[in-house]
Nanobody
Framework: QVQLVESGGGLVDTGGSLRLSCVASGRSFGNSAMGWFRQAPGKEREFVAAMASIGRSTSYADSVKGRFTISRDNAKNTLYLQMNSLRPEDTAVYYC?????????????????WGQGTQVTVSS
């Protein structure tokens, strides 16, 4: 079993920045691909970014490419999402997720473990 706890969400103005963190416990974090997803009110959960455990390859949704950066610190069992140039359409609950495998994925159903989410609100 894996427990994931997100933090770092909040209210920010358009153009501002936030850094989300996700602390993992209960399983070998270093062997798991990790991802960030988000869900806005009335919309389905969508992929944001992912990072593999081997080779640290990354993948981003087109809507955040160039503005968001995913990273991980295996020594601290922590996943990060640096979000810059935030827009009102980035407003959502952001979820951290972990796979049972090392290669990243954009597919929600391929993630076995999920955090409780952290709210990000970008004011216009």
């Amino acid at each position: 079993q894996v427990q994931l706890v997100e933090s770092g969400g909040g209210l920010v103005d358009t153009g501002g920045s936030l850094r989300l963190s996700c602390v993992a416990s209960g399983r070998s974090f270093g062997n798991s691909a990790m991802g960030w997803f988000r869900q806005a009110p009335g919309k389905e959960r969508e992929f944001v970014a992912a990072m593999a455990s081997i080779g640290r390859s990354t993948s981003y949704a087109d809507s955040v490419k160039g503005r968001f950066t995913i990273s991980r610190d295996n020594a601290k069992n922590t996943l990060y999402l640096q979000m810059n140039s935030l827009r009102p359409e980035d407003t959502a609950v952001y979820y951290c997720a972990a796979r049972k495998f090392s290669f990243n994925s954009r597919i929600i159903s391929e993630y076995a473990y999920w955090g409780q989410g952290t709210q990000v609100t970008v004011s216009s």
